[in-house]
């Protein structure tokens, strides 16, 4: 081997190494957050940026489909889950770290429509809830697997809505797709959690279903186990702590186990 | 065990009627781009080529939401078809057809712009000199001579259809029966917590028929070569 060549495949090795180092070195912090904490959970990111954290990226999409990617080993340090079932299986499959594992917000169902829909409804056993569509659809996360869409099929089928209005369903992907498609007026009515309902100036809240109707709405938090660094550690205090707090609650969350939290 | 379950019978049967109609639709208006593209001249016709091309560089997403847009209830053309014939396209199966002519059109007008600009343009000047008006010489010479391109676009897109996704749950959900077809069902089966197995098959079955559109598109595309070789 010349001279020459060796040199040449010496700065490629070189190239080589920058290149795997790299990356690594500039990591940032990937947080798999429940599709209906997107405004929340960005402003609490930013915030805490400002502050000197470290930067701070976001996936949202339903629970359902933060949960498969990280079984299929997607690179998140933290994963927020619109309900327990989801963070369940993860925890089943040893995929977030011990003891990380805490409830960390409540919510509320409700029913929404456009903003200029006149539908009015009470929402309780037997309500005329088909009648009042009439025609129109009522958009809802997907009821097999999506929190929003589980809680959602629970409360209608124990106000015994669910078989009379289950023809009407459009499923959507995520919480924030049911949304689009109130807003845009293109679903009747639609259900949501209160929180993205007073994100949208373009839908209104027709009614919240009764809390005794569904499953309690918790957002369990965690980190992923093997993807918990320092950084993902510290942003993980940040959020259980008092400063996410007032940001959750401005957004209308509930804070589970506020006394534990007090850190 | 490889019986195929109503689930997946649904959603495969559904499919090919997405499919079937999405081409079928779209034929015609594919073959008058590809008319236009391959045969005129004028100012602009970067900008229509451009135009045809998008949904293959657009992300599905982004297709999916101008559909939404404009064909849904609230939307200017969906609106239209509502007042005035009671069509509605959102939420339906046709919708799901519109999205997926859209994402395969570009596959369709590239195919059979390139079986056009391959027909041998003094076969219908001699045709026109035999006293042939313009749109005989069309329908007469030069539209068998690209059928081998169109029955390639026509297969290619028809591939594409089937598995048409992102356009499709953004423009008009996941509703079983109505536009859950094999992608949204394989979705919908990631998504479920025992779903893997499902999902698998699934996609065994959306490879299987992929395959055979490409394959019959590849056989087709070999007997245009070997037509304009010889």
């Known amino acids: ?263 | 065990m490889l019986q195929p379950t109503d689930l997946e019978l649904e959603a495969i049967r559904l499919s090919l009627r997405v499919a079937f109609w999405s081409v079928a639709c779209s034929l015609p208006v594919a073959v008058a781009v590809a008319w236009v593209l391959a045969r005129t001249r004028f100012p602009g016709k970067i900008l229509l080529d451009g135009l045809v091309h998008l949904p293959l560089v657009v992300p599905p997403v982004v297709v999916g939401f101008i559909l939404l847009v404009l064909f849904g209830r609230r939307g200017p053309i969906g609106g239209w078809l509502y007042d005035t014939f009671g069509i509605t396209i959102i939420f339906t199966w046709k919708g799901a057809a519109l999205a997926a002519a859209v994402m395969a059109f570009p596959l369709m007008v590239r195919a059979i712009r390139l079986s056009l600009e391959a027909v041998d343009r003094r076969l219908e000047a001699a045709a026109r000199t035999l006293g042939a008006r313009r749109f005989d010489v069309f329908m007469t010479v030069t539209l068998p001579l690209m059928t081998p391109g169109i029955l390639a676009g026509v297969v290619l897109a028809f591939a594409r259809s089937l598995g048409e996704f992102g356009a499709t749950i953004t423009f008009v959900s996941n509703i079983p029966g109505e536009t859950r077809t094999i992608p949204v069902a394989i979705y919908t089966l990631t998504q479920t917590p025992d779903g893997d197995v499902g999902a698998l098959r699934l996609s065994i079955i959306a490879v299987i028929l992929a395959l055979i559109a490409l394959v019959a598109s590849e056989l087709l595309a070999r007997r245009v070569n070997a037509r304009i070789a010889g």
């Open chain 1, 1 to 263: 081997m010349t001279q020459t060549s060796r040199r040449v495949l010496l700065a490629l090795l070189t190239c080589l190494v920058l290149a795997m180092a790299g990356p690594a070195q500039a990591k940032d912090l990937l947080v798999f957050a429940a599709a209906s904490l997107k405004n929340a959970a960005e402003d609490i990111g930013k915030a805490y940026e400002a502050s000197g954290g470290g930067k701070v990226n976001y996936s949202f999409a339903a629970s359902s489909d933060l949960a498969k990617q990280i079984e299929n080993g997607a690179p998140a340090g933290i994963y927020i889950s619109a309900d327990t079932k989801w963070m369940d299986y993860l925890t089943e499959r040893k995929l977030i770290a011990a003891d990380s594992r805490r409830d960390l917000l409540g919510n509320r169902l409700v029913l929404i429509a456009p903003a200029d829909s006149t539908l009015a409804i009470k929402l309780a056993a037997g309500a005329p809830l088909a009648q009042a569509l009439g025609d129109g659809k009522l958009a809802m996360a997907d009821p097999d697997s999506v929190p929003a869409g589980r809680y959602g099929k629970a409360a209608l089928e124990s106000l015994q809505l669910w078989s009379s209005v289950e023809p009407a369903v459009v499923r959507a992907k995520d919480v924030r797709a049911t949304l689009t498609f109130v807003e845009r007026g293109e679903a009747a009515a639609g259900i949501v959690y209160a929180t993205d309902a007073m994100v949208s100036k373009k839908v209104r809240i027709v009614d919240e279903f009764p809390a005794s109707s569904h499953p309690k709405i918790v957002y369990p938090i965690a980190l992923i186990a093997g993807q918990d660094d320092a950084a993902a550690h510290a942003f993980y205090d940040y959020l259980v702590g008092p400063k996410a707090r007032g940001v959750f609650l401005d957004y209308g969350f509930s804070i589970i186990g506020a006394g534990a939290a007090t850190n």
